[in-house]
């Protein structure tokens, strides 16, 4: 930290003094190398502070997330190394008439998969109708037929969803990715806002933002709701410290005021959960669970986990047991399923959707394989059962060789793969420590969506994940990826 | 509350009073070190007695390695394969204490994640300024067990917590009394230097100034002894101690509450309170010791086995 003080040293000037968005991209703070209307005042002050403020700001701050250890564990370091997820202290803005729909798109798209799920592990109607394949869907390996005909406790599945959304070149908001199995992040929406109210507590003031602070007590009366008793013992389950969430699993438990357990922390008898405690066994009756439903039951799912919890399942058949979320939800947040999620909104909502996603080939439709199959050089094509960068091809990069390669591959399995144009991504204004200047980077948006017996609330907030590195459209924070505030301002 | 997290609770206890005891006698023995007129190893060869270390170190030395202040201090400073050294203790409470981060107090959290940064960071204050590095040690330890007793609810897991604290406590104390008394009494008849190495120890368990009040200046191995035995005054005496963790262990499982797991412990750690209080005759110090030392160990382990789960 002392270094960095003194490399800051000689950094002087306004804040955005020669800031330059990228071309043909939106960029979240200015327009025509002006702030947008909206921010005017909000960007003036923080401009006022100047570049050496916020060199110090940043260090203050990125000094104070370690004190507190508000870290992630690196995986593969058996020492247990921790880093701070990096951030940038700069906020990202969302204007009060951007958000109102924003809002009501994403109440809409959770109301719509929650339907789908129920639809899908119950009558599977929307398959009978012919209005998303049944292929697409029960081949999935994210679909879990075992589950068929458990009603989960309270009616909710999705209790806690974070939907990744990108902004195009104009402006217009679209669903990247729903995560509707154990989204994280959310801690760092949360502790990213103490700072920035603590460094620009003037700007903070000037934009009337809306807070985000109670989500942990939204979370907890969540969870309350889907209880099958009156008075409800409800825990977070962790896979322990060595998980790389782990900081936000006890965050959680402790701005919940529930307790935090692992798996050999409890145990299922005649069908109930209990937990081990100094007094003896004590019920369980809803687990806000963080491990990954694959490591939930060993006698159901993965024999050989260590972080699971036999007979969890037979508990939560029995109704017995609330978990969140369900299991048995990746089946709707499968790219194999994304491209069908307007006609869900349509089947069981009989609404017109409000948020738009990103055009999507499916390539077991005939149209649109012959589309996939003339513009390989110009898609990015995706193996819907496969994560990551894996079983992908990115056309404008590929060579011959992979574009015939993937041509056989589509020809053979159909199914299996998905095509997208290239998703342009918004810039927003992000400090750069090593230039000691404001630079455009690209970002993402996931806010948090909570349902509960009475429907979804979206925080008025989320976190915004941004590409550090110049250039990059990789936002995720494994691969140099940090986080913003975002400061939703109150209509 | 969660049976593995009283257990993490009580070990967080335990290691930070380690921490903060090693730190001390490590601090008092340099100081005697220094003016002593002692074969050199009859200054550091307690030390590692104490830790109960001695097997491995000397796996790792030879026997003139008693005999070396700088040796034996690196060994029980740095050396993360003793299990007794500072880092290894820091270690330990700061992994206890982010596992249950979620039952301490953020004051307490912060005092003792700030001490794990700034360890690794602090080989230059050790080489430089050796007394300035153990007082730095001493004071965040001390300090993060008051915060705990200032900022935390006092209910079960400051209960467990503390337990920890006085059970590792009652140990300390018992070894350093037990090895110095045996070395100490070659010395019986010079009375300076005896003088000297008794207020070496007194020092070693922050008591130098107490004793003194309480005997008016009197030094001798007899008063020493039932000062540091006895002195239900003195907080890191055995008797103070192990009525405290008695009381703690109270709270946490009533004499009356027959259907709650905990009452094979706490009918042990009450013998040992009583046994204590009832010794009139501190003659005997060896083997009242060694037994003070036994039934902490048999204790922490009914302790385990009855309330964390059998962990």
Not at chain 1, 39 to 63: H, P, Y
Not at chain 1, 282 to 289: L, T
Not at chain 2, 3 to 28: I, P
């Given at each position: 930290?002392?270094?960095?003080?003194?490399?800051?040293?000689?950094?002087?000037?306004?804040l955005?003094?020669?800031?330059e968005?990228?071309?043909?991209t939106?960029?979240?703070?200015?327009?025509?190398?002006?702030?947008?209307?909206?921010?005017?005042?909000?960007?003036?002050?923080?401009?006022?502070?100047?570049?050496?403020?916020?060199?110090?700001?940043?260090a203050?701050?990125?000094?104070?997330?370690?004190?507190?250890?508000?870290?992630?564990?690196?995986y593969?370091d058996?020492?247990?190394v921790?880093?701070?997820f990096?951030?940038?202290?700069?906020?990202?803005l969302i204007?009060?008439?951007?958000?109102?729909p924003?809002?009501?798109?994403?109440?809409?798209r959770?109301r719509a998969?929650?339907?789908?799920l129920?639809?899908?592990?119950?009558?599977?109607?929307?398959l009978?109708a012919?209005?998303?394949?049944?292929?697409?869907?029960?081949g999935?390996?994210?679909?879990r037929?075992?589950?068929?005909g458990?009603?989960?406790?309270?009616?909710?599945?999705i209790?806690?969803?974070?939907?990744?959304?990108?902004?195009?070149?104009?402006?217009?908001?679209?669903?990247?990715?729903?995560?509707?199995?154990?989204?994280?992040?959310?801690?760092?929406?949360?502790e990213?806002?103490?700072?920035?109210?603590?460094?620009?507590?003037?700007?903070?003031?000037?934009?009337?933002?809306?807070?985000?602070?109670?989500y942990?007590?939204r979370?907890?009366?969540?969870l309350?709701?889907v209880?099958p008793?009156?008075d409800?013992?409800?825990?977070?389950?962790?896979p322990?410290?060595?998980?790389?969430?782990?900081?936000?699993?006890?965050?959680?438990?402790?701005?919940?005021?529930?307790?935090?357990?692992?798996?050999?922390?409890?145990?299922?008898?005649?069908?109930?959960v209990?937990?081990?405690?100094?007094?003896?066994?004590?019920?369980?009756?809803?687990?806000y669970?963080?491990?990954?439903?694959?490591?939930?039951?060993?006698?159901?799912?993965?024999?050989?986990?260590?972080l699971?919890?036999?007979?969890?399942?037979?508990?939560y058949?029995?109704?017995?047991?609330?978990?969140?979320?369900?299991p048995?939800?990746?089946?709707?947040?499968?790219?194999a399923?994304?491209?069908?999620?307007?006609?869900?909104i349509?089947?069981?909502?009989?609404?017109?959707?409000?948020?738009?996603?990103?055009p999507?080939?499916?390539?077991?439709?005939?149209a649109?394989?012959?589309y996939?199959?003339e513009?390989l050089?110009?898609?990015?094509?995706?193996?819907?059962?496969?994560?990551g960068?894996?079983?992908?091809l990115?056309?404008?990069?590929?060579?011959?060789?992979?574009?015939d390669e993937?041509?056989?591959?589509?020809?053979?399995?159909?199914?299996?793969?998905?095509?997208?144009?290239?998703?342009e991504?918004?810039?927003c204004?992000?400090?750069?420590g090593?230039?000691?200047?404001?630079?455009?980077?690209?970002?993402?948006?996931?806010?948090?969506?909570?349902t509960?017996?009475?429907?979804?609330?979206?925080?008025?907030?989320?976190?915004?994940?941004?590409?550090?590195?110049?250039?990059?459209?990789?936002?995720?924070?494994?691969?140099?990826g940090?986080?913003?505030?975002?400061?939703?301002?109150?209509? | 509350?969660?049976?593995?997290?009283a257990?993490?609770c009580?070990?967080?206890g335990?290691?930070?009073?380690?921490a903060?005891?090693?730190?001390?006698?490590?601090?008092s023995t340099?100081s005697?070190?220094?003016?002593?007129?002692l074969?050199?190893?009859?200054v550091?060869?307690?030390?590692?007695v104490?830790?109960?270390?001695?097997?491995?170190?000397?796996?790792?030395?030879?026997?003139?390695a008693?005999?070396?202040?700088?040796?034996?201090?690196r060994?029980?400073?740095?050396?993360?394969?003793?299990?007794?050294?500072?880092?290894?203790?820091?270690?330990?409470?700061?992994?206890?204490?982010?596992?249950i981060?979620?039952?301490?107090?953020?004051?307490?959290w912060?005092?003792?994640?700030?001490?794990?940064?700034?360890?690794?960071?602090?080989?230059?204050q050790?080489?430089?300024?050796?007394?300035?590095?153990?007082?730095?040690?001493?004071?965040?330890?001390?300090?993060?067990?008051?915060?705990l007793?200032?900022?935390?609810?006092?209910?079960?897991?400051?209960?467990?917590?503390?337990?920890?604290?006085l059970?590792?406590?009652?140990s300390?104390?018992?070894?350093m009394?037990?090895?110095?008394?045996?070395?100490?009494?070659?010395f019986?008849?010079?009375?300076?230097?005896?003088?000297g190495?008794?207020?070496?120890?007194?020092?070693g368990?922050?008591?130098?100034?107490?004793?003194?009040?309480?005997?008016?200046?009197?030094?001798?191995p007899e008063?020493?002894?039932?000062?540091?035995?006895?002195?239900?005054?003195f907080?890191?005496?055995?008797?103070?101690?192990?009525?405290?963790?008695?009381?703690?262990?109270?709270?946490?499982?009533?004499?009356?509450?027959?259907s709650l797991?905990?009452?094979?412990?706490?009918?042990?750690?009450?013998?040992?309170d009583r046994?204590?209080?009832?010794?009139?005759?501190?003659?005997?110090?060896?083997e009242?010791?060694?037994?003070v030392?036994?039934?902490?160990?048999?204790?922490?382990?009914?302790?385990?086995?009855e309330?964390?789960?059998?962990?």
């Amino acid at each position: 930290m002392r270094q960095s003080q003194s490399q800051i040293q000689g950094v002087v000037g306004p804040l955005f003094e020669a800031y330059e968005a990228l071309p043909s991209t939106y960029d979240e703070l200015f327009e025509a190398g002006a702030p947008r209307p909206p921010f005017t005042r909000v960007v003036e002050l923080l401009d006022a502070l100047g570049k050496d403020q916020l060199a110090r700001a940043q260090a203050i701050a990125e000094n104070a997330l370690l004190q507190q250890g508000v870290t992630f564990s690196v995986y593969g370091d058996s020492r247990g190394v921790e880093k701070i997820f990096p951030f940038c202290l700069l906020p990202r803005l969302i204007a009060a008439a951007d958000w109102a729909p924003l809002e009501r798109g994403l109440q809409q798209r959770l109301r719509a998969l929650g339907l789908f799920l129920d639809d899908i592990y119950g009558d599977q109607r929307i398959l009978a109708a012919g209005i998303v394949p049944a292929e697409m869907v029960l081949g999935a390996q994210s679909y879990r037929p075992m589950l068929r005909g458990i009603k989960p406790p309270g009616g909710v599945r999705i209790h806690i969803a974070g939907v990744d959304l990108i902004r195009d070149t104009a402006g217009t908001w679209r669903v990247l990715e729903d995560n509707l199995r154990t989204p994280s992040g959310v801690s760092y929406v949360v502790e990213n806002r103490l700072m920035s109210k603590r460094m620009f507590p003037r700007a903070f003031d000037a934009a009337r933002v809306q807070r985000v602070d109670h989500y942990p007590t939204r979370l907890a009366e969540t969870l309350r709701s889907v209880s099958p008793a009156a008075d409800t013992n409800a825990v977070v389950l962790t896979p322990g410290p060595y998980n790389s969430a782990y900081f936000e699993h006890s965050f959680l438990a402790r701005t919940m005021g529930l307790e935090l357990v692992q798996a050999p922390d409890l145990f299922v008898e005649r069908d109930c959960v209990f937990c081990k405690t100094t007094r003896g066994p004590k019920r369980v009756d809803v687990i806000y669970r963080r491990t990954d439903e694959a490591f939930l039951d060993p006698e159901v799912f993965r024999a050989d986990s260590v972080l699971g919890v036999p007979g969890l399942m037979r508990a939560y058949a029995a109704g017995n047991v609330a978990l969140a979320n369900a299991p048995g939800n990746g089946v709707a947040d499968d790219k194999a399923v994304y491209p069908f999620v307007h006609d869900m909104i349509k089947f069981y909502l009989d609404e017109e959707p409000i948020l738009e996603q990103v055009p999507t080939y499916v390539c077991l439709r005939d149209a649109d394989r012959a589309y996939v199959l003339e513009h390989l050089g110009e898609l990015v094509v995706k193996a819907v059962d496969e994560a990551g960068g894996y079983g992908m091809l990115m056309g404008p990069q590929s060579t011959q060789a992979q574009r015939d390669e993937f041509r056989a591959r589509i020809i053979a399995e159909p199914r299996r793969y998905i095509a997208q144009h290239r998703v342009e991504l918004s810039s927003c204004p992000t400090w750069i420590g090593e230039s000691g200047s404001v630079e455009p980077r690209r970002v993402d948006l996931r806010p948090y969506i909570l349902t509960s017996r009475n429907g979804p609330w979206v925080l008025p907030g989320g976190l915004t994940r941004v590409a550090l590195v110049k250039g990059s459209y990789v936002v995720n924070s494994s691969q140099g990826g940090g986080s913003k505030d975002t400061w939703v301002m109150r209509p | 509350m969660i049976a593995r997290v009283a257990d993490m609770c009580f070990w967080f206890g335990r290691y930070v009073e380690r921490a903060e005891s090693t730190a001390r006698m490590l601090a008092s023995t340099a100081s005697m070190a220094l003016d002593a007129e002692l074969p050199a190893e009859q200054v550091w060869r307690p030390v590692i007695v104490v830790s109960g270390e001695e097997a491995a170190f000397r796996e790792h030395h030879n026997d003139a390695a008693w005999g070396d202040g700088e040796l034996v201090q690196r060994f029980m400073v740095w050396d993360a394969s003793n299990g007794a050294s500072l880092v290894s203790s820091i270690e330990g409470a700061r992994w206890n204490a982010r596992s249950i981060r979620e039952v301490l107090s953020l004051e307490a959290w912060e005092a003792i994640n700030e001490l794990h940064l700034w360890l690794p960071a602090a080989q230059g204050q050790y080489r430089d300024h050796r007394e300035g590095f153990y007082q730095q040690v001493r004071r965040t330890t001390q300090l993060a067990l008051g915060l705990l007793r200032s900022t935390m609810l006092h209910d079960e897991p400051l209960d467990f917590i503390w337990l920890g604290v006085l059970l590792e406590r009652v140990s300390q104390t018992a070894r350093m009394l037990d090895v110095h008394h045996h070395a100490f009494g070659a010395f019986a008849g010079n009375e300076l230097l005896e003088n000297g190495l008794w207020l070496t120890l007194l020092r070693g368990l922050s008591g130098s100034e107490a004793y003194v009040k309480k005997s008016a200046g009197r030094i001798g191995p007899e008063g020493v002894a039932r000062f540091l035995i006895a002195e239900t005054a003195f907080p890191r005496s055995i008797a103070y101690c192990v009525h405290s963790a008695y009381e703690r262990l109270c709270h946490i499982r009533p004499p009356e509450a027959h259907s709650l797991p905990g009452g094979m412990s706490l009918e042990r750690l009450s013998v040992l309170d009583r046994w204590i209080a009832e010794r009139q005759n501190h003659e005997r110090v060896h083997e009242l010791l060694t037994h003070v030392v036994d039934e902490i160990h048999a204790i922490c382990a009914l302790l385990g086995q009855e309330l964390f789960g059998g962990l």
